[in-house]
């Protein structure tokens, strides 16, 4: 090998060996302030909550909130818009605001002796509401591992059992007008499993297996 080729390779392997040897630099990210982005999702989670996105905005309720203001004429349009109001509270989490407004529809059916198909609706409407005000105050309020695990075992059930004994009674008196109703059937033993009622607390034709 020539003299001056084997100077390049020696030169070649030399400056290998020093970048190898050299620490590599994080490449450091230069982007917005935090601050700045903070304020930036601040606006846009701003704007969905003021808007009707299907999941987060509260559009759609104030829109039933202003069409309640003026009672519509027809009793069933009354009971309706009531549901529907109730619906929204629902999946915006307030559960509270939603067995009130369940509580009104199910009085003005009554009162204004609508069929029974309208009143036993909000009946089973008002049931889920209770069932939801369990869920929030119990498996989130005091979440565990064993929250909402089916079946419900002792360490699932819920401490604060208010909210699914209203449940197990208000299934239960949609069930002795329309008995046949399993999905109404499930939801009595879930709120019974919730309340540490199962199975003894659920008549045995209404009980279901976990």
Not at 124 to 146: F, M, S, T, V, W
Not at 160 to 187: C, H, N, T
């Amino acid at each position: 090998m020539r003299p001056s080729a084997r100077a390049s390779l020696l030169l070649a392997g030399g400056i290998l060996a020093a970048t190898a040897a050299a620490p590599r630099k994080t490449p450091r990210l230069v982007g917005e302030p935090a601050a700045q982005v903070r304020r930036e999702f601040e606006a846009i989670c701003k704007n969905f909550r003021a808007g009707r996105n299907s999941f987060y905005g509260l559009s759609q309720i104030e829109d039933l909130k202003r069409r309640l203001i003026v009672e519509p004429r027809d009793p069933a349009e009354r009971v309706a818009l009531r549901g529907r109001l109730a619906q929204e509270l629902l999946r915006v989490g307030q559960p509270e605001e939603a067995v009130r407004v369940l509580i009104e529809a199910g009085a003005i059916a009554q009162a204004e002796k609508l069929p029974d198909e309208v009143r036993l609706h909000v009946l089973r409407d008002l049931g889920l509401a209770q069932l939801r005000r369990g869920e929030q105050k119990n498996c989130i309020g005091y979440h565990g591992p064993a929250a909402c695990i089916l079946p419900i075992g002792e360490a699932g059930i819920h401490r604060d059992k208010e909210p699914a004994l209203a449940a197990m009674r208000i299934f239960s008196e949609y069930l002795g007008e329309k008995p046949d109703d399993l999905v109404v059937r499930w939801l009595l033993n879930v709120a019974a499993m919730t309340a540490g009622q199962y199975p003894e607390g659920v008549p045995e034709a209404r009980r279901a297996d976990p």
